[in-house]
């Protein structure tokens, strides 16, 4: 069993940055490939990023593009989301989720394909 924490949420103004992290216990984090989702007032979850367990291959919503990075050390059993220059519509709980992967180059965008998920984390941007 996979059991993920998110940590790194908080308050910040508008164009401020924040780093997400998400932390494993009870297994290493090396084989399984990792994503980000987030969930706003009112409004269904919706996929952010996600990268490979490899670290190789990444991939991310249109809307965070350019602003958002994933990144891993599997070394430390986490995975990073570096966001910057955040926008009041940024504002939601995000969670981390895994998935056991065999393949290093291949990630997952849809929720259902992950099987762990954290208990999520609030980021609040205020305008």
């Known amino acids: 069993q996979v059991q993920l924490v998110e940590s790194g949420g908080g308050l910040v103004q508008a164009g401020d940055s924040l780093r997400l992290s998400c932390t494993t216990s009870?297994?290493?984090?090396?084989?399984?490939?990792a994503g980000w989702f987030r969930q706003a007032p009112g409004k269904e979850r919706e996929f952010v990023a996600a990268v490979s367990w490899s670290g190789g291959s990444t991939y991310y919503a249109d809307s965070v593009k350019g602003r958002f990075t994933l990144s891993r050390d599997n070394a430390k059993n986490t995975v990073y989301l570096q966001m910057n220059s955040l926008k009041p519509e940024d504002t939601a709980v995000y969670y981390c989720?895994?998935?056991?992967?065999?393949?290093?180059?291949?990630?997952?965008?849809?929720?259902?394909?992950?099987?762990?998920w954290g208990q999520g984390t609030q980021v609040t941007v205020s305008s």
């Open positions: 989720a895994a998935h056991t992967s065999y393949s290093g180059s291949y990630y997952y965008t849809q929720e259902y394909e992950y099987p762990y």
């Open positions: 009870g297994r290493t984090f090396s084989r399984y490939a």
